[in-house]
């Protein structure tokens, strides 16, 4: 059975850093490729990066530059090391596989970017 649990969210200041955690289990992750995914109020949710099985990665444009994904297969673990954020960053970040599979979903991590 998939489980996804994010952790590493919080409050920050605009230009500040986070790193979201994800772990997994019940996928097959050394296998998937994997994401992050955003959601704002009023908003749909939105895929900001994504990496392969073999550690290739993309990013949204409102992103790139900004935030890496990195991959920890060992730990069927995905991270996303945000710098230079923004107000616009602020949502509830998940994870998840690319494409989802099924519409299973983790309980989310709040980043909030506020002054």
């Known amino acids: 059975q998939a489980q996804l649990v994010e952790s590493g969210g919080g409050l920050v200041q605009p230009g500040g850093s986070l790193r979201l955690s994800c772990a997994a289990s019940?996928?097959?992750?050394?296998?998937?490729?994997m994401g992050w995914y955003r959601q704002s109020p009023g908003k749909q949710r939105e895929l900001v990066a994504r990496?392969?099985?073999?550690?290739?990665?993309n990013y949204a444009d409102s992103v790139k530059g900004r935030f890496t994904i990195s991959r920890d297969n060992a730990k069927n673990t995905v991270y996303l090391q945000m710098n230079s954020l923004k107000p616009e960053d602020t949502a509830l970040y998940y994870c998840?596989?690319?494409?989802?599979?099924?519409?299973?979903w983790g309980q989310g991590t709040q980043v909030t970017v506020s002054s």
């Open positions: 998840n596989t690319v494409p989802v599979i099924g519409d299973y």
């Open positions: 019940g996928i097959n992750f050394s296998i998937r490729t």
């Open positions: 990496t392969t099985s073999g550690g290739r990665t």
